[in-house]
């Protein structure tokens, strides 16, 4: 167990459809990242936040968007969804993230959306 | 663009051989070197990393890599695999500049026979 934690495991939904992915990092991290991982594109890089504030953008659709809250938590928003966002949605945690190297980020358990 | 590249997209041993898996980057600047192990049906769990110093690291399970910089490649190896050993092995590398994402190969996915 990584201490990060990811709600919900499963969903399923339509195409259309707005879905809130959310994420609890380990606890004294101030950064938050999210990956996609497709059996088309494997690993990629989403967005972070680190204490609030967007840091990065990597390949991250207009159709999403994310957010991280005063208490770390973060949302990954996914708005009219279609057939290949269907993936598995990781977030992960480290300390710092301000954009130096030596850091090492924890994942956690992913949630698995299916969208028909 | 900088890339990450794992030339074995599936291994199939017999437990007890030896493993190595190639991973190789395109960046030449300063990087940190990943290694994380994905179980079926589980999150990313890191295996092992290589910030600076020793170019041989060790991780858990009795897995260690080696860092060649002149060759760019950080290759997982494991004297003597078991079957619990069977799960998709990626490569990550974070870099200087690139801010803290991480960039992953298209992973391997091992099989340990009994």
């Not at chain 1, 300390?95 to 980020?105: A, D, H, N, P, S």
């Amino acid at each position: 167990d990584s201490g990060v934690t990811q709600t919900p495991k499963h969903l399923i939904t339509a195409t259309g459809q707005r879905v809130t992915l959310r994420c609890s990092p380990r606890s004294g991290d101030l950064s938050v990242y999210w990956y996609q991982q497709s059996l088309d594109q494997g690993l990629q890089f989403l967005i972070h936040y680190y204490n609030g504030e967007e840091r990065a953008k990597g390949n991250i659709l207009e159709r999403f968007s994310a957010q991280q809250f005063p208490d770390l938590h973060s949302e990954l928003n996914l708005s009219s969804l279609e057939l290949g966002d269907s993936a598995l949605y990781f977030c992960a945690s480290s300390v710092r993230g301000r954009g130096g190297l030596g850091e090492t980020q924890y994942f956690g358990p992913g949630t698995r959306l299916l969208v028909l | 663009a900088q890339s990450v590249s794992q030339h074995n997209h599936h291994v199939i041993l017999s437990e007890a051989a030896s493993l190595e898996l190639g991973c190789n980057y395109s960046y030449g600047g300063t990087v940190n070197l990943f290694w994380y192990v994905q179980y079926p049906g589980q999150h990313l769990q890191l295996l092992l990393k290589y910030f600076s110093g020793d170019p041989l690291v060790k991780g858990i399970k009795g897995f260690e890599a080696e860092f060649i910089k002149s060759k760019f490649s950080f290759n997982l190896r494991k004297p003597s695999v078991q079957w619990s050993d069977t799960a998709e092995y990626f490569c990550a590398v974070n870099r200087a500049g690139g801010g803290n994402k991480l960039t992953f190969g298209t992973g391997t996915q091992l099989k340990v026979e009994l």
